[in-house]
């Protein structure tokens, strides 16, 4: 309960291989979907959106949020206008996590507030970049789904492990080897 407004949120965790860093950018899109597909992420978001099925059955009334790190790419970020960034090595890619997701109803948060991945891809992994400054990848999302949810501003945060990062006037020791998501979200009441 968020001052009176009911909210579902649900928090997740794709397994990581095979890893994002390595993704075979000199493939097909059908050979690096092929070579993703060697892992369990696609079965396990599937099995994900199975148990929230019900859930998405009410989000008119009560708005769903589901998080974490997905460990795959966004669909929304591979594409043509990115393909020569990122170390994306010419590939446009479909990403069947993301895309399931979405096909589910769901709404990605940061780029929904950010929807040009050219001016922000919103960087969550591979924060120290290698040399050529070229890794930067989004496995980390805030997904959404609802008549009554809205976000007003969703932005990502990076720091090494173990360091100190500063956030909003206090320090925190970072505990993770991924960067984070932070959105704020508007909700409504439903209409009676």
């Known amino acids: 309960d968020v001052e009176g407004n009911k909210v579902r949120l649900f928090d997740t ?3 990581y291989l095979p890893d994002a ?3 075979p950018t000199d493939k097909t899109e059908q050979e690096i979907l092929a070579w993703d597909d060697e892992g369990s992420r696609d079965e396990e978001i599937a099995k994900i959106l199975g148990v929230l099925r019900p859930f998405m059955a009410q989000t008119d009334s009560i708005p769903v949020i589901m998080g974490g790190d ?3 790419h966004s669909h929304l970020d591979w594409t043509e206008v990115t393909k020569n ?3 994306h090595g010419g590939a446009v890619v ?3 996590v993301s895309s399931r997701i979405i096909d589910a109803g769901f709404k990605d948060s940061f780029r929904e507030i950010n929807p040009d991945p050219v001016q922000n891809i919103g960087t969550t992994w591979l924060t120290d970049c290698d040399e050529a400054n070229t890794r930067r990848d989004r496995i980390d ?3 959404y789904k609802g008549e009554t949810i ?3 501003a969703s932005e990502t945060y990076n720091a090494e492990l173990g360091s100190v990062l500063p956030f909003e006037g206090d320090e925190f020791l970072y505990a993770s080897d991924h960067g984070f998501v932070l959105t704020t979200f508007q909700l409504s009441k439903p209409c009676q």
């Open 21 to 23: 860093r390595l993704v």
């Open 70 to 72: 997905f460990n795959s």
């Open 85 to 87: 960034m990122y170390n």
């Open 141 to 143: 999302f805030i997904y």
């Open 150 to 152: 809205t976000p007003v």
């Open 13 to 15: 965790w794709l397994h």
């Open 94 to 96: 479909n990403w069947t």
